[in-house]
């Protein structure tokens, strides 16, 4: 899940946000929404953030949504970027839901588990679409054999590795039977791949489903009046919503793509834009300063990396990759690129993730060292791996400016230490190729990344890079230990066990450092001060976000 | 010609396209990484696995039936996307050539004729905002009229017509800036040069009234070098839209231009492209038509 570089401008920016303050970066994440505002609402687990604003209480008529450039396309297979992501969780739902804190709940339907090897979905009363259609069995066996066909070219199909068959098996009930045991699943369905659409109108629309001129049907709190490029993605309050607990108090929302930064930013000002998630913003600075703006950070799934994409290399030797990291100015990042808004790592994953097993997760991350720099140490473990005027070459690109300022932290970095580093730079457009494409990762031991899985769980994003099968493991990196852990952590079913196995799988991997963690990003919110209660949390991707979006008191 | 220009256009675009950097598919999941089989299904959906020339074929028999094809990210016609941007653009491209027109030939004229103190501040605030470029004016206007006093809407379409005019006027204002001053300065000076030539000295003498005097005799000949202009000009403003349109995140046809080449959206260039080039010859074909209006030496067809 190779975070494109532009979003890395994107999350800098939005980082931008937070205070100064925020760079303290010791143990407590002190990023706090600052002046920002993060005195109401949730506390989340990493301290100082909030998950989401205050729930709105006036209803409101029309707002305008500034995502980084226009919505492509409204079918969730297809769903695998910011845009995307927001309009797909803007109105549709998942059978599972992810709270803005990360945990698992029952979103369409409960699941329970017999067996390992069995989920069994049990969809709610009274769930429907919003033509007034129940949802039924069908519908779900229908979606998920969707995501899981190749010939569609879906985004997500590898998700479903380990499913050996889904059946409708009762009125209200599908049955997932799996060949192994897979407790990560039930994350992915509580996310993009489990957003459950209606069989017949999904048929009726075959190719255009999900595209301007096709249609969409879902069950959220809004439904789609109109996709039209350029114009936007307008979205307007469900009234017949199946929660009738929940009542959408915005009429119409439009998600409008804003590509300069310098137009969202006066949009903000002026009001003609109400919220963003700021992701790609250099001017959250001014934003913050705003009367008619408010400001929230919360935790985020983010994690921005080096890739160590050759272990044949320099960097094949675990001590030079140590020592690489250990030299790296983390604070100079934070404060330069994220503007303060980004945390101090102690593991590869973003502490925004841990989901579930909060406690087990929260003691072994407090027991972790923070990465501060150490450039003396460093050096001493260069010497002794006999790698001093040694060269790495890092892919980069001078077109992206963060991912230019943190390569220049790392040939700071790697100069401190005896390394010589050559750069291989490419335009912002093929900076992506790094990533899918072999022949660019030919002769080069590295690049940067901001990466995140599709649920809140260290594991989403660190199984990509340390399983054997995994999309962004670029050099074969084989651990078995971590394999082990991770491997038994896929099939443990109790929370805390999990947790405990992940967290040692993160500890090994902090120390192999396959990837070299740089900093955590927090999530942040631009919103009008006249409307609140979205979600803060880097859960927005994934679950409706704006059901308690509404007018300030 | 028009064909001729199409052809030799759609090719050379096509060509730079495919040559520039990036991919296609790549923009679709911004750049996060696809699984191997999703992105087989799809270069072959799109005709990516194939060769240059065979893509390009693919394309123009397509288009030569009328079909200009499917944009790879939106999965949609690219003449119902076309269609949908087309008046934002046109409206856009006919606000500003109004301005240029009205304002740019009228202040011409004005300070063509009446030289004084209007002429001269005329010249300065011309010479000044001839170098402004349309994102500098953008800027600006945005800065000023926009976010500090609130008088038009720092960005999109708007809903009526009376509230599309007003979302058009900054982004008008901004496009035809720089082209209105040099269209008043040549209007000026030309309307000034025909003032002092032998046949007007003579009609003065002979005591022609002066209304008289300045439509036949000045402005009828001065109409030449001034079509000219303003119709380089306005064509010109085509191009310059996409600048405009993103600054103001207009659903403009230019600004889509920009997006569809950063992503790689051939079939989307391609038919923007060939708008584009359409509506440019056509303008340069009317102010060949309006010189042969103004100027009966000029015979359409002839060579000028």
């Not at chain 1, 599709?454 to 054997?468: K, Q, R």
């Not at chain 2, 005019?165 to 040099?182: D, G, K, Q, W, Y």
Request: charged share 15%; aromatic share 8%; net charge positive.
């Amino acid at each position: 899940m190779a975070r494109r570089p532009h979003r890395w401008a994107a999350v800098a920016a939005v980082t931008t946000l937070a205070l100064a303050a925020a760079a303290c970066g010791r143990s407590a994440p002190s990023t706090g929404g600052g002046g920002g505002g993060s005195s109401a609402g949730n506390v989340s687990p990493t301290k100082g953030l909030v998950t989401t604003s205050p729930a709105g209480t006036k209803p409101v008529s029309s707002i305008t949504w500034a995502v980084y450039r226009d919505v492509n396309s409204l079918d969730p297979i297809y769903a695998f970027d910011y845009p995307e992501n927001t309009a797909v969780s803007l109105m549709c739902e998942s059978l599972l839901r992810q709270a803005p804190d990360g945990s698992l709940q029952p979103g369409l339907a409960t699941l329970a588990n017999p067996n390992p090897k069995t989920f069994v979905f049990t969809i709610k009363p009274g769930a429907k679409f919003w033509d007034g259609h129940p949802v039924t069995p069908a519908d779900v066996v229908y979606g998920l054999k969707r995501g899981m066909d190749t010939k569609l070219g879906g985004f997500y199909g590898q998700v479903f590795t380990r499913v050996s068959s889904i059946t409708a098996t009762g009125s209200d009930q599908v049955t997932i039977k799996l060949k192994q045991p897979d407790y990560w699943l039930e994350g992915e369905l509580a996310s993009i791949p489990g957003v459950v659409i209606e069989k017949s109108v999904v048929q009726q629309q075959g190719k255009n489903y999900g595209t301007p001129s096709g249609k969409i049907m879902c069950t959220g709190a809004y439904e789609l009046k109109s996709f039209a490029p350029g114009a936007g993605v307008v979205a307007t309050a469900n009234p017949d919503y199946w929660q009738g607990s929940t009542k959408a108090l915005v009429q119409q929302i439009t998600l409008k793509g804003v590509p300069d930064t310098s137009t969202l930013t006066s949009g903000l000002l002026t009001g003609g834009i109400q919220g963003n998630y700021a992701v790609g913003i250099a001017t959250l600075d001014q934003l913050e300063k705003s009367t008619n703006i408010k400001v929230y950070q919360g935790p985020g799934w983010l994690t921005d990396a080096f890739i160590v994409s050759s272990l044949k290399g320099a960097l094949g030797d675990v001590r030079v990759r140590r020592a690489l990291s250990m030299a790296l100015d983390r604070q100079g990042i934070i404060d330069s690129v994220y503007r303060g808004a980004a945390l101090m790592p102690r593991w590869l994953s973003n502490p925004g993730t841990f989901g579930y097993g909060k406690s087990v997760f929260d003691a072994a991350y407090a027991k972790a060292p923070v990465m501060t720099q150490n450039i003396a140490a460093a050096k001493k473990l260069v010497q002794q791996a006999g790698a001093t005027g040694k060269t790495i070459t890092i892919g980069t690109s001078s077109q992206l400016s963060d991912i230019a300022a943190v390569t220049g932290a790392y040939q700071a970095a790697a100069q401190a230490i005896g390394l010589n580093v050559k750069l291989k730079s490419v335009s912002a457009q093929n900076f992506i190729n790094f990533f899918i494409d072999p022949k660019a990762r030919v002769g080069v031991d590295g690049f940067l990344t901001v990466n995140y899985g599709d649920y809140a769980d260290p594991a989403a994003m660190l199984s990509t890079l340390v399983l054997p099968e995994g999309s962004q493991n670029y050099d074969q990196f084989h651990d078995p230990a971590i394999i082990a852990a991770m491997e038994q952590a896929r099939s443990t079913a109790d929370p805390d066990k999990r947790a405990a196995l992940v967290a040692k799988a993160e500890q090994l991997t902090a120390q192999q450092l396959p990837w070299i963690p740089n900093v955590q990003p927090t999530s942040v919110l631009a919103i009008s001060k006249k409307l609140t209660g979205a979600t803060v949390s880097f859960a927005y991707m994934f679950a409706p976000w704006a059901n308690s979006l509404g007018g300030t008191g | 010609m028009l064909v001729a220009s199409l052809l030799i256009a759609s090719f050379v675009i096509f060509a730079a396209v495919y040559l520039a950097p990036g991919n296609p598919i790549a923009a679709l999941s911004g750049g996060r990484s696809l699984p191997p089989s999703s992105i087989a299904v799809l270069e072959h959906r799109y005709h990516l696995d194939q060769p240059f020339l065979a893509q390009y074929w693919y394309w123009l028999s397509d288009a030569l039936h009328g079909n200009l094809g499917l944009s790879i990210t939106l999965r949609e016609n690219v003449s119902t996307l076309i269609a949908q941007r087309v008046w934002t653009t046109a409206g856009l491209v006919l606000y500003a050539s109004l301005l240029i027109c009205v304002i740019g030939i009228g202040l011409g004229l004005l300070s063509g004729l009446r030289p004084g103190r209007l002429d001269t501040s005329t010249l300065v605030v011309t010479a000044v905002s001839a170098a402004i470029p349309a994102f500098v004016a953008a800027i600006v206007l945005i800065l000023v009229f926009a976010v500090q006093l609130g008088w038009f809407p720092a960005l999109g379409n708007g809903t009526s017509l009376v509230d599309n005019i007003r979302h058009l006027t900054l982004p008008a204002v901004a496009l035809a800036i720089s082209s209105l001053a040099i269209v008043a300065r040549v209007t000026r000076a030309s309307v000034r040069e025909e003032g002092e030539r032998e046949h007007v000295q003579t009609a003065v003498s002979r005591g022609i009234p002066g209304r008289q005097l300045i439509q036949r005799h000045i402005l009828r000949n001065a109409a030449i070098p001034i079509t000219t202009v303003t119709g380089i000009t306005i064509a010109s403003l085509i191009a310059v839209a996409a600048v405009v349109e993103t600054a103001f995140s207009l659903n403009g046809l230019g600004a889509y231009l920009v997006q569809a080449a950063e992503s790689k959206d051939l079939a989307v260039v391609q038919g923007i492209s060939l708008v584009l080039v359409t509506a440019f010859v056509v303008v340069n074909v009317v102010v060949d038509v309006l010189y042969a209006a103004l100027d009966p030496r000029v015979t359409l067809g002839g060579n000028r």
